[in-house]
């Protein structure tokens, strides 16, 4: 029968090792910024900083979206039903906040879903709002049950997020079945806009397949899978001007790719994303999810693949592209592409894409090395030819300069060096989460929690920009918290055996093998229809019948 992953949205229990490559930790040999404290007082300190995130949110912008953490009020950004509680209940799981996780679901089993004064982003709602429900769906029924978090407890998060889905799938019909993503939820329509982009489409099918698995109704999958298929079959020719590199934007009345700009940048980057990780979830319904991997990964690193003329040796980064035509230019956002790399790597049990992973790696730190924040900036470039004239000397001993020197409390290279860890077992990639968190910890805090800076080549940080972002919560912490945990009961696999895997926001998707059935393990969920007042939806929703009860498929 099919290998179906259980998506939870993180990754793996096996923890085997092997020897890292001479790649792993190359690139340029920064000083760590700290005492090499040992590695519990880092997952501690990492466990501080998200204490502080959550108490200033709670305190100030509850049941806000998120808060401002300079001016200490909060902001609606993601429709105000409470982005960060959501965003945030995988994270206190696993860092076992039970205190958190009770707020959290009081929170989430009052949200109505059905309304809201602002437009609706189907795919930031996908990402943050229905996987980190069903995130904490499968957390909290599955290896974190020992919090005592009772079925009657994580039930509502998954009949909510059923009502949220159902409440989005107007974006579904088109005439292609390619979704909108502006949508008023309240109107149930959207904007007459022709166009939707590559990772608004593309970064849907582990969530909703997901929640299609968990309820055994296959409408949510489809949903998505319709709109998919265009970018598994992509047309034009001219829209896919490197193989399995696509364009841009894409029609939704004619499912056609229109232009010839792409790369792993923001606006294409967790379509690539979840290309593999749709395979990891299922390896049988999504294998020909691999294929457009496999195609893209090769050819990015036939064609995209980029080394600075100056600055450290051996710098890897991976090029923008319009057509066929180089743009030698990247972005924090792009720094998840090692980590992406480093999973297929272990998945597929090919050394040559885990060690390309780890020189990307190490290439995004050089970057956060090189600044006098030791941060990052949002977008950079190397391209001798456009060197701006005041960065000349930077270009020269760092092989990059910048475009964008602020820091938006991103994930992406953290995320990666998550990867590089999980996979080699390395304590130098701890070091490099260590620094990176000292730098984030020094530069962004304020007394209330963190905030985006302006400048990264400043080293005060420049000014506080006053938004602390959801996912810094979501992923920023976690991963760093991970990178510290080795005993935590899930997480990505050395050995390729996965049994966990991250959505693009760091939630997790538990991997349930349909082979269980065969075993007599089945696990069937039915929905039980309650008459009455709307509170009573929360009450006892779903009935489980256990594995005792079942019979054995065949």
Not at 22 to 40: F, H, I, T
Not at 501 to 526: D, H, K
């Amino acid at each position: 029968m099919a290998s179906l992953s259980k998506i939870l949205l993180l990754s793996t229990f096996s923890c085997a090792t092997f020897i890292p490559s001479s790649q792993a930790v190359s690139g340029r040999a920064a000083e760590v910024r700290d005492d090499p404290a040992p590695v519990s007082d880092r997952a501690a300190a990492v466990k501080e900083a998200f204490e502080h995130a959550w108490n200033g949110y709670y305190t100030y912008a509850f049941p806000d979206d998120e808060l401002r953490s300079v001016s200490n009020v909060g902001i609606n950004t993601r429709n105000g039903w409470g982005a960060t509680a959501v965003d945030a209940l995988s994270t206190a799981i696993v860092m076992e906040e039970t205190d958190i996780v009770q707020e959290i679901l009081n929170h989430i089993y009052q949200i109505d879903y059905t309304q809201t004064d602002t437009t609706c982003s189907l795919f930031e709602t996908t990402i943050r709002y229905i996987g980190g429900m069903l995130s904490g769906y499968d957390l909290l029924t599955g290896p974190y049950s020992y919090l005592g978090f009772n079925q009657s407890d994580a039930f509502p998060l998954l009949n909510q997020s059923m009502v949220l889905a159902d409440t989005l799938s107007f974006a579904f019909n088109t005439p292609t079945g390619i979704p909108y993503n502006n949508l008023n939820i309240t109107a149930q329509t959207s904007p007459d806009d022709p166009v939707n982009g590559l990772a608004t489409i593309g970064t849907l099918i582990l969530e909703w397949q997901r929640l299609s698995d968990l309820t055994g109704d296959p409408k949510y999958g489809d949903y998505v899978a319709k709109g998919e298929s265009y970018l598994l079959n992509p047309s034009p020719p001219s829209g896919e001007p490197f193989p399995g590199l696509l364009g841009q934007d894409v029609s939704i009345n004619t499912g056609e790719i229109i232009d010839t700009f792409g790369g792993w940048i923001g606006g294409d980057d967790s379509f690539y994303e979840y290309l593999l990780k749709a395979y990891v979830y299922d390896s049988s319904r999504f294998s020909n999810y691999l294929d457009r991997w496999l195609l893209a990964a090769d050819s990015s690193i036939q064609h995209l693949a980029s080394t600075p003329p100056t600055g450290p040796q051996n710098l890897t980064y991976l090029a923008e592209f319009n057509n066929t035509t180089l743009i030698l230019e990247s972005q924090h956002l792009a720094c998840f592409d090692g980590g992406s790399y480093i999973l297929g790597g272990l998945v597929l049990k090919n050394q040559t894409f885990t060690d390309f992973g780890l020189d990307l790696v190490a290439g995004c730190r050089n970057t956060y090395t090189s600044t006098a924040t030791h941060i990052m900036p949002d977008s950079f470039g190397w391209d001798p030819n456009n060197v701006p004239a005041d960065q000349a000397s930077f270009y020269a001993a760092n092989g990059f300069y910048y475009t964008n020197a602020g820091y938006y409390l991103r994930p992406e290279y953290l995320e990666s060096v998550y990867y590089a860890y999980r996979a080699t077992s390395n304590t130098t990639y701890q070091d490099w989460a260590w620094e990176a968190f000292v730098a984030i910890n020094s530069t962004t805090r304020t007394p209330t929690g963190f905030s985006e800076i302006s400048n990264v080549t400043d080293p005060t940080g420049g000014d506080k920009l006053d938004v602390q972002d959801s996912f810094f919560l979501a992923e920023v912490l976690k991963y760093l918290y991970l990178i510290f945990d080795d005993a935590a009961p899930v997480g990505v696999a050395a050995d390729g055996v996965e049994t966990w895997v991250f959505n693009t926001e760091a939630q997790y998707v538990f991997l349930f093998p349909f082979l269980l059935f065969s075993l007599g393990l089945c696990f069937l969920i039915t929905l039980t229809l309650i008459d009455g007042a709307d509170a009573d939806l929360f009450d006892s929703p779903l009935k489980v019948v256990t594995p005792q009860n079942c019979t054995t498929a065949n």
